[in-house]
């Protein structure tokens, strides 16, 4: 039914996620994490899968001692989520 | 949240509307800044005035060295600020760069203030009108959109008097356009 949908962005965590990041500039994954209500493991899984496919750049560095990961989404995030949500439209028409 | 069932057209809308709502009012108000500042040109530009007027130092433009104290706080509780930031939204983005913009404009004014006869106090405090107003408007904040405006309609005024009196009247345009506006944003934090 959904054949024109992204798969990648057609889970609700991932789709969450990306609609977090296209409100942003940038987030750390924290804030994501709280907003998502996940867990860190799943986050960081499906955080994984949005960098592999170039969707979201992740940037991991130091606060102090503690490790800081922080997510921005990409040109080709961008795109493929206004595709999403245009074949949205078309299956809501 | 579930990561991997499938999701019906409204759901997938829900999920995009339900995250853009809770990314929404996360911009910084940093009312600080104005505080800071407010109090820093005021004080400055009053001292300078009192001096000039009632007394006969020799430069009292040195008042304006507070300036630099004022930078170092700026830039310490900056750092902080952004060791505790979780999101940078779009608007943090451009509020920062239009007043660093502000910032660099007023360095060169105050390098090359002979330039331009020592009319830096009407160039800065019209030239304050743009980041104020401009973070009235992204702050969706009306005390500071008034700021704004009354720092057009104070440079203008300020170019018609001496300059003895140019920094009373900066002084009192600061109280209310950057000091006021900021107290009321603090107590809308």
């Known amino acids: ?93 | 949240m579930s990561t991997e069932n499938q999701l019906s057209p409204k759901q997938s809308l829900d999920v995009i509307t339900s995250m853009i709502q809770q990314a929404k009012g996360n911009t910084q108000k940093n009312s600080f800044y104005f505080l800071l500042w407010g109090c820093t040109i005021a004080v400055a530009n009053l001292g300078v005035y009192i001096m000039l007027k009632f007394t006969q130092v020799e430069n009292p433009y040195n008042m304006f060295l507070i300036t630099l104290v004022s930078a170092a706080v700026s830039i310490v509780y900056g750092i902080r600020q952004n060791k505790k930031s979780t999101v940078s939204t779009h608007l943090d983005e451009i509020y920062k760069w239009v007043w660093m913009s502000f910032g660099a404009t007023c360095f060169i004014f105050w390098i090359f203030g002979g330039k331009v006869g020592w009319q830096i106090n009407p160039i800065i405090t019209t030239l304050c009108a743009i980041p104020t107003f401009i973070s009235g408007v992204l702050l969706k904040f009306k005390p500071l959109m008034f700021g704004g405006i009354v720092f057009w309609v104070s440079g203008a005024v300020i170019f018609l008097v001496d300059i003895e009196t140019q920094f009373l009247l900066t002084s009192i345009a600061v109280i209310v356009c950057y000091i006021i506006p900021g107290y009321m944003l603090k107590r809308s934090e």
């Open chain 1, 1 to 93: 039914m959904f054949k024109d949908l992204d798969p990648l962005l057609h889970s609700q965590l991932r789709l969450a996620v990306v609609s977090l990041l296209i409100s942003v500039d940038s987030a750390e994954f924290t804030w994501l994490r709280e907003k998502t209500n996940s867990t860190a493991g799943n986050l960081s899984v499906q955080l994984d899968k949005l960098s592999e496919a170039g969707y979201v750049s992740i940037e991991k560095t130091f606060r102090g001692k503690r490790p800081l990961t922080t997510c921005k989404i990409t040109r080709k995030g961008v795109k493929a989520f206004e595709d999403y949500v245009n074949s949205l439209k078309d299956y809501i028409k």
